[in-house]
């Protein structure tokens, strides 16, 4: 598909953009040069995910996310305070707000795709520590019980964790299912005009304003030999956190349940019958989350795709996509990233009681390859300590094709085995595609595929299969089961 460059380079452009993918800025500089010769393809699709996580809304107030997606921000305007719009990535994500500046000031934060039982807390921090401070957490900070924000070494918490409801958006009043999983809140900064001495006491006139509290006002630390120094940032994090009940499975053991699904192929009629089916049994028997395993429309045109997010926006639960072959041909990462998220990624599930755990990997195979960084991530995700041990991956293209002979699996038979090499090397025994018009299984090496393309494109005549998704059990004992539902 990836024809030599007309620049003369005489490389092709995916593997340009894979030996790219590794450079720092200096490859970064020369990107703007290439890309347009390539499209966009997966290393545009991974910058713009990666960018997507800051913006600057204001002077000196910007935004950072973790397990979340900008999808977009206006800055304050006609005195009205700016405003993010989010998409939540995962289950459990945080949404940072850093102000530099002194004056008091509003941010409106609207956040897409969030459980609806989530739960919220925010704390406060400074984002520096005097010499003083330092000097007391190494020698006696225990004592005096100074404790240290444990993510972030050098932030002043200013106060405790507080639990707090975002509310749901007007702007989602009359959309049916997804008033439920959009919430709002607006962030009030710097309350009070206030300075901190060097001893951390405040001095000056105090506000009582409990979000966030007084101390975060604008911060001047000084010392007796540097002098003033200048204002440490205020650091407002927001963290969202979803605990789903665990029921019982067919014999007693508390499992969660998920649902898989893809291949839509713009067949929309169908793709909206899946849905109301997902969600019926969502209700019924408490689903998670939902997978879509690529293919939302059947060319990637911006507005099919946007269709596919309308529809799927009435799930009652959250959703998380990888991209489809489909979905690239039309659509560039800039229309993407907003409407679908960071396309890979690593979600955490455990329920509330901590029963019940296991990780999602989403991969984007989209062309049928991964660069050099999302193997990388992918064996980080894998044996980080203290991940979840049962693991799951989801991908549009799988490795290989089951059938052996039409070519449906990755472009090269040696990377497909260095991704089953990965796969296996982090004991994952559960893998889902969504590239196949039909429905397969297949065990490669220790990981038992499952090929479902049954999500609305034309089914394969000779497959045998109707329309269905997948129904996910995952319980206490790290068993995983699969059940096809039919429409």
Known sequence: MDGPLSSGLGMPCRTLRWAL?????T?????ALVLPACGDGGLG????????????????????????TVVDAVGPSDGRPGRVRLRASALDFRVLVTDLGCDARSLEIEIDNVATAAGAEWQAFR?????????????????FGRARADDHPDWTPLGERVSFVASGCPSAVTDEGLSDRRRCFTLRTRPSTQS???????????QSDPFPSDE?????????????????????????SFRPIARPDADGVPALKIAVFGNHAGHTETRRRLVEAVSAVALDEGLTLAVVTGDLGKDGRPAQLKAAVSDLDALPIPYFVTVGDRD????????????????????DVSDSEAEVAFRLILLDTAEGTMSSRAYGDLESWLSKVGAPVTRLVAMHVPPFDPNGYRGMGFSSRREALRLMGTLHRGAVGTAFSGHLATYAEQTLATTRFFHSGGGGAPMESDGGFPFHFLVVSVNSRGRVSVERRDL
């Open 21 to 25: 993918t590794d450079l720092a800025l």
């Open 45 to 68: 699709r991974e910058l713009k995910a990666n960018l997507a996580l800051h913006v600057e809304v204001d002077d000196g107030l910007s935004v950072d996310v973790l397990g979340a």
């Open 127 to 143: 984002g520096a520590i005097t010499p003083a401070e330092r000097a007391e957490r190494e020698c006696c900070g225990a004592l």
């Open 328 to 347: 690239i041909t039309g659509a560039s990462a800039g229309t993407l990233i907003p409407l679908l998220g960071p396309l890979r990624g690593v979600i």
């Open 196 to 206: 901190v001495g060097i001893d951390g006491s405040p001095s000056g006139p105090t």
């Open 216 to 240: 975060a006002a604008c911060v001047q630390l000084s010392t007796l030999s540097a002098g003033a120094v200048s204002s440490a940032p205020l650091i407002v994090e927001h963290h969202f």
């Open 27 to 31: 490859g970064l500089a020369l990107l």
